[in-house]
């Protein structure tokens, strides 16, 4: 079955940096287009906003609110695709949801990510 597993979500003060990873099982991970999601504290589920996407040929989109700021990034050896955050802030405080996207969706279960002093 297909699995997604996210890893790299903790507590860090404004300013600094983290990276997510997310590990893909079950997928042929090479034709999937890859993308990072997150939900604030107190939206509902179908208010996930897009981050950023990387697609299978590494194309990559990125939100107007993190552009600049995080990165995305894949490595079909390993499967996995990564989104590094720098700058962080207290409004990217959130459950990060790693997607693959082929003809159908599927999604991970989240890591947390908390921006504070």
């Known amino acids: 079955q297909v699995e997604l597993v996210e890893s790299g979500g903790e507590l860090v003060q404004p300013g600094g940096s983290l990276r997510l990873s997310c590990a893909a099982s079950g997928i042929i991970f090479s034709v999937f287009d890859m993308g990072w999601y997150r939900q604030a504290p107190g939206k509902e589920r179908d208010k996930r906003e897009f981050v950023a996407s990387i697609t299978q040929s590494g194309i990559t989109n990125y939100a107007g609110s993190v552009k600049g700021r995080f990165t995305i990034s894949r490595d079909n050896v390993k499967r996995t695709v990564y989104l590094q955050m720098n700058g962080l802030r207290a409004e990217d405080t959130a459950v990060y949801y790693c997607?693959?996207?082929?003809?159908?969706?599927?999604w991970g279960q989240g890591t947390q990510v908390t921006v504070s002093s």
């Open positions: 997607n693959a996207n082929y003809r159908s969706a599927y």
